[in-house]
């Protein structure tokens, strides 16, 4: 089994729609969680930290919940910007740590 | 601040060959780390330094690739000999991890990449 997996997509959506992604991951020990942008043919960038009471970028909400071992993305009013693809990733005990990335999920938001 | 340097940004080699990639990362960043992307999944960790030892190197396949991080600061990461299969981009990253008096927020910071091509 993977240490972390998204459902790679494609997700379609019309443009001011809400879109919804998840992430599970193996190890029950992983510390910190991360939504991360990557763009077509460009590196990955930061999107927001995932905190254990859910938080709120704009129209980026987080979510964290340990027992089910997931974390969520939300976005909603998608805007054609949007189109990219969303990688989770975990830190996972190793030493000290080690920063796991998923597969990712690609977005499209269509016109 | 200068963000995380990497070169050559695209290699084109044959199969057999070697090749090998630079990455300086910024400046007072403890912890460096080298990806594979391969197309159409997500980076997979190869190496991970924390000043010049290695945190992680369960997936670099030590029989054609190295990694080292001379005195801390930049790294060279190595392939020899070249397979079809490595054609891909590798992407060196930074973080505050480990960095004394500074507060680590957890987030990577990646170089544009290298893509190499296996012929």
């Known amino acids: 089994r993977k240490e972390v997996e998204q459902d790679p997509g494609p997700f379609n959506v019309p443009e001011g729609a809400t879109v919804a992604f998840n992430c599970t991951y193996s190890?029950?020990?992983?510390?910190?969680f991360f939504w991360y942008r990557q763009d077509c043919r460009k590196e990955p960038k930061l999107l927001m930290s995932v905190y254990s009471s859910g938080n709120e970028d704009g129209r980026f909400t987080a979510q964290l919940n340990r027992a089910s071992q997931y974390i969520s993305l939300l976005i909603r009013d998608s805007k054609l910007s949007d189109s990219a693809t969303y990688l989770c990733a975990v830190t996972v005990p190793s030493g000290t740590y080690k920063y796991i990335f998923g597969t990712g999920t690609r977005l499209k938001v269509l016109a | 601040e200068a963000g995380v340097a990497q070169s050559p940004r695209y290699k084109i080699i044959e199969k057999r060959q070697s090749v090998a990639f630079w990455c300086n990362p910024i400046s007072g960043h403890a912890t460096l780390y080298w990806y594979q992307q391969i197309l159409g999944q997500g980076p997979k960790l190869l190496i991970q330094f924390q000043n010049n030892g290695v945190v992680d190197d369960s997936q670099l396949p030590k029989d054609r690739f190295s990694a080292e991080r001379l005195k801390g600061v930049d790294s060279t990461l190595k392939i020899q000999p070249a397979k079809l299969e490595d054609s891909a981009v590798y992407l060196c990253?930074?973080?505050?991890?480990?960095?004394?008096?500074?507060?680590?927020?957890?987030?990577?910071?990646f170089g544009e990449g290298s893509r190499l091509t296996v012929l």
């Open positions: 190890n029950s020990a992983s510390q910190s």
């Open positions: 990253a930074s973080s505050l991890e480990g960095t004394s008096g500074l507060t680590n927020t957890g987030e990577l910071f």
